[in-house]
């Protein structure tokens, strides 16, 4: 398999086989959400632990009485992002988010893709104004940390990163559970020096209605219960 040098696929074990399950048609809704939940977890630390850096940030007591140097990220939290993609991108943002050592703002994308041309349609987006009021008062975040499990075509990482970028965002990761080599090189290539992608598993490519084969089928239709709309 060829992937761009931005691009991570965990090779993790317990991930692999966490993935099989999760591509199993038996699996349920509420065993899809917990191995969703799980794969985030696994793919998010491997992604925070290249992106981030430990940094000194003051002093504490322990229980004991003992000073120590407390440490935090850098970039701190106060300039990170987390940026779900609607709707299945929620299903990992608790995962993200108990990574990270304080809470972050979530900053929301709705994208989804024109049946014909498989092309992503904005419906949403609630990235903030830069106000002097609000919390990311210096500009917009240095660090984006964008959820979505699929990376199929590679077209809504592609706008997401696109709408991130003209925002003012510094650098962008995206974490993901499955790919495919097509989609992989999109992202990675729509702003090469800018972005990271990491994966928990990379298929070989789409069907003719964009579904990535073997896939994982409809996952937010999996996640939300929604089969058969």
């Not at 985030?40 to 000073?67: C, F, I, N, R």
């Amino acid at each position: 398999m060829s992937i761009p040098k931005n691009a991570h696929v965990s090779t993790h074990p317990c991930l692999q086989a966490k993935l099989s399950q999760l591509r199993s048609a038996s699996t349920g809704c509420r065993d899809v959400q917990t191995l969703v939940h799980e794969i985030a977890l696994m793919v998010g630390y491997e992604a925070l632990g290249s992106a981030l850096k430990a940094q000194e940030e003051g002093t504490d007591k322990s229980p004991l009485g003992y000073s120590y140097t407390t440490t935090t990220t850098s970039p701190t939290p106060s300039r990170i992002s987390l940026v779900p993609i609607l709707r299945s991108g929620l299903s990992m943002v608790p995962a993200l988010s108990s990574l990270l050592p304080a809470p972050v703002p979530i900053h929301h994308l709705g994208l989804f893709r024109e049946k014909t041309t498989l092309q992503p349609v904005e419906y949403y987006n609630n990235l903030p104004y830069h106000s002097p009021t609000s919390q990311h008062a210096g500009g917009p975040a240095d660090l984006a940390i964008v959820v979505d499990p699929i990376i199929a075509t590679g077209a809504t990482a592609c706008a997401a990163i696109d709408s991130l970028r003209e925002h003012g965002v510094k650098r962008i990761v995206v974490v993901g559970v499955l790919a495919t080599e097509e989609g992989l090189a999109a992202a990675c290539g729509e702003w090469e020096e800018g972005v990271e992608v990491w994966v928990g598993g990379c298929d070989k490519g789409v069907d003719e209605k964009g579904m990535i084969k073997p896939g994982l089928g409809d996952i937010g239709d999996r996640l939300f219960l929604t089969l058969g709309k």
